[in-house]
């Protein structure tokens, strides 16, 4: 799973601020314990020499390496057992001990492979983020189907409680078992039957478990494309390398931002960039295929309606229910 650039900015911030404070609590530390026991320093000292002891030993030994080597080791050996008797007498249990991680030593990364600390920091900078998009009521469990009819549709001949029970596991489903490459979902229908619900439920449910989301009204997410294209700024260029990098982008209410040759452009250039990259979209809309190849075009439309699966949103506007009741 790839974490969003600022996220992964962010905890590698914390990573090296902590290594930081560390650093600088243990030195504070061995300077109160060296006033205290100078024997301390001594040993220390001593110890740091010890490469170039063993060094010296080889040159003066006449040949004998072995030997010479095995004298320090045996001295190096002598040398801790003397510090860690002082320490144990004079000092609390682990107060001189460095904590970093036994793992990376502070570093986030084991050879190339992420350490499991900066892997947490990066889970904690990621509920953050989800955090400023997300409000806590959008989970599943708030997904109320008793607002669907449960009366057959004579047009359609099935009842919209019954293709929302579909569209609910579906959605479940898919956070579920979601991957890298867990492909697309086009959310469509009418105003107010809880499309946004629910890909906001599918993007917190994906992001605690540590992937990367992006979540954008179409409205913003052409400003940020537009402000990256004729207004380039760092924070600009960052805001659309997330949109192109995350590894799930939820694009929310597609066709009410202003139409025009820039929208269509900039649409049709993020569709194939993630959809050759692999990465995963949600995407809702009240157009049909239709409607969207009217308002974009008709290779857009295609894309939409070749690379996502499609669910169907069916009944009555929730909003206009609630509304009735009070």
């Known amino acids: 799973m790839g974490y969003s650039t600022q996220v992964l900015r962010a905890a590698r911030e914390t990573l090296a601020q902590r290594r930081a404070d560390r650093e600088s609590e243990l030195a504070a530390r061995q300077q109160q314990a060296y006033a205290k026991l100078p024997r301390l320093r001594e ?7 010890s490469a170039a002891k063993a060094a010296q030993a ?13 004298a320090v080791k045996q001295e190096n050996l002598r040398l801790q057992e003397e510090r860690k008797a002082l320490v144990a007498e004079h000092f609390a249990p682990g107060w001189l001990d460095d904590n970093r991680c036994p793992h990376c030593g502070d570093t ?10 900066l892997k947490q920091l990066c889970v904690q900078e990621q509920r953050k983020a989800l955090g400023a998009i997300f409000s806590g009521n959008e989970g599943f469990e708030n997904f109320r189907l008793d607002y669907y009819s449960d009366r057959v549709d004579p047009r359609l001949r099935i009842a919209p409680r019954a293709v929302m029970e579909k569209t609910l596991a579906h959605c479940r489903d898919y956070a579920r078992h ?5 492909g697309n979902l086009l959310l469509t229908g009418g105003t107010g039957l809880g499309k946004t619900h629910l890909a906001l439920a599918m993007g917190r449910a994906i992001g ?3 992937y990367g989301v992006c979540y954008e009204s179409a409205a913003g997410l052409f400003g940020k494309l537009e402000k990256a294209k004729f207004y380039p700024t760092e924070e600009a260029a960052l805001e659309a390398k997330k949109l192109e990098e995350a590894d799930l982008l939820i694009v929310d209410d597609l066709g009410t931002e202003m139409p025009g040759q820039f929208v269509t452009s900039a649409l049709y250039q993020l569709l194939n960039q993630r959809l050759m990259a692999g990465k995963a979209m949600i995407i809702t809309t009240n157009l049909n ?3 969207l190849g009217q308002r974009y075009s008709p290779q857009i ?8 699966t499609r669910l169907t949103f069916l009944g009555e506007d929730i909003r206009v ?6």
């Not at 080889?58 to 095995?70: C, I, T």
């Open 58 to 70: 080889v040159f003066l030994s006449g040949g004998d390496a072995r030997a010479a080597m095995e």
């Open 43 to 49: 040993i220390d000292s001593l110890l740091r020499q």
């Open 289 to 291: 295929v239709e409607e």
């Open 208 to 210: 605690e478990m540590g």
């Open 108 to 117: 986030g990364y084991v050879g190339s492979s992420m350490c499991h600390c």
């Open 301 to 308: 439309a295609s894309r939409l309606y070749g690379e996502f």
């Open 178 to 182: 979601f991957t890298d490459h867990a």
């Open 321 to 326: 229910q609630k509304h009735k009741m009070w």
